[in-house]
């Protein structure tokens, strides 16, 4: 036997039972959107709109700590006479983002056992830093400046090469395998001093170490509202454009008199600095949307901040759908 409720389409479906899911879920198609606002090389800024904050922070500890990438794992020193010493110059190499697209390794086997195997060409990225310090012959005899007299007396991240294990050679012919940055300054040397070390790299998320974090930074904040409750003119008019950053707000000319107008809210820094003036904190309404977040994310180098993003997605897609499972797989009671 079933019960039939007849709904009017003019209704709020919220007043019947089981139909809030299907409201929200259209409000949200209808609601959300991003908008790519700056995108270049290793920086991105969009906006996301008509979402919750709980996923837009949820969003951002993905970007920092849930999108994979490649990083030093182990180094194997066989030689460090550097004054450095051996677990702070490993350290420091760890740190140095390494080029190389985590999706197309596998994760590393976890324990014991597979801790004393080797890595394979599916998992292992080999790296190899061997160099020595040496005086230069050619220098001349009244020079005090290390770069003159010295060869190879400064250690930076170009000095790192990639070694290929098995058929990586053919494989990532194309990808020009090492470090993101080749000025990263690594130890400084002197006649006699060398470094012979090999590095290991595998896939690793942010959580478990921040080397693995594929951003530098990924942030967001609200989208500030400003609105002049009534017109300012004249001299109130040029004060109240100091009191925010430039090109929020912009003087019109109306009627042979200036009148202040918002122009973009967006380049606010909300420093409230109008609110010291009495006479104009009660011509202005200072706000922020709550479901308009700007998102700035700065990538390492090592993916496009365009791929990071889409892969954050993919990663919050995935998690959405693991907990719709456990909900299918449970039994209710």
């Given at each position: ?142 020079s005090s400046d290390p770069r003159e007299l010295y060869l190879n007396h400064m250690v930076y991240s170009k000095d790192i090469k990639w070694v290929p294990i098995g058929n990586q ?11 993101v940055h080749d000025d990263i300054l690594i130890a400084q040397l002197r006649p006699g001093q060398e470094l012979d070390i090999i590095m290991h790299c595998v896939k690793g998320l ?128």
């Amino acid at each position: 036997m079933f019960a039939v409720t007849l709904v009017h389409t003019t209704d709020y479906p919220g007043n019947y039972p089981g139909y809030d899911d299907v409201w929200d879920m259209q409000k949200f198609q209808k609601n959300f959107r991003i908008d790519v606002v700056h995108l270049d090389e290793n920086t991105m800024e969009f906006d996301m709109v008509g979402i919750d904050a709980a996923i837009a922070n949820a969003f951002r500890r993905i970007l920092l700590a849930e999108v994979p990438t490649m990083a030093i794992e182990k180094a194997f020193i066989y030689n460090n006479t550097s004054i450095v010493q051996d677990e702070v110059l490993a350290h420091r190499l760890g740190l140095i983002p390494i080029k190389a697209d985590p999706r197309l390794f596998e994760y590393r086997n976890t324990g014991e056992e597979a801790a004393e195997e080797e890595g394979s060409e599916i998992d292992t990225i080999q790296l190899q830093l061997k160099i020595k310090c040496s005086r230069n012959p050619r220098a001349s005899k009244d020079s005090s400046d290390p770069r003159e007299l010295y060869l190879n007396h400064m250690v930076y991240s170009k000095d790192i090469k990639w070694v290929p294990i098995g058929n990586q050679a053919d494989v990532f012919a194309d990808s020009g395998i090492g470090p993101v940055h080749d000025d990263i300054l690594i130890a400084q040397l002197r006649p006699g001093q060398e470094l012979d070390i090999i590095m290991h790299c595998v896939k690793g998320l942010g959580k478990d170490h921040a080397k693995f974090s594929p951003v530098a930074t990924a942030s967001y904040r609200l989208l500030p509202e400003i609105t002049l409750l009534e017109p300012v003119e004249g001299e109130k008019a040029e004060r109240l454009k100091r009191c925010f950053s430039r090109g929020v707000i912009d003087l019109e000319d109306v009627n042979g008199k200036k009148v202040a107008k918002v122009v973009n809210s967006r380049l606010d820094t909300c420093s409230r600095e109008v609110l010291r003036h009495d006479d104009l904190k009660n011509l202005v309404k200072l706000g922020r949307l709550r479901d308009h977040f700007i998102f700035t994310v700065e990538s390492t180098g090592i993916l496009p901040p365009e791929v990071l993003v889409t892969e954050a997605i993919k990663v919050l897609m995935a998690k959405c759908q693991r907990f719709l499972n456990e909900l299918d797989s449970t039994d209710m009671k």
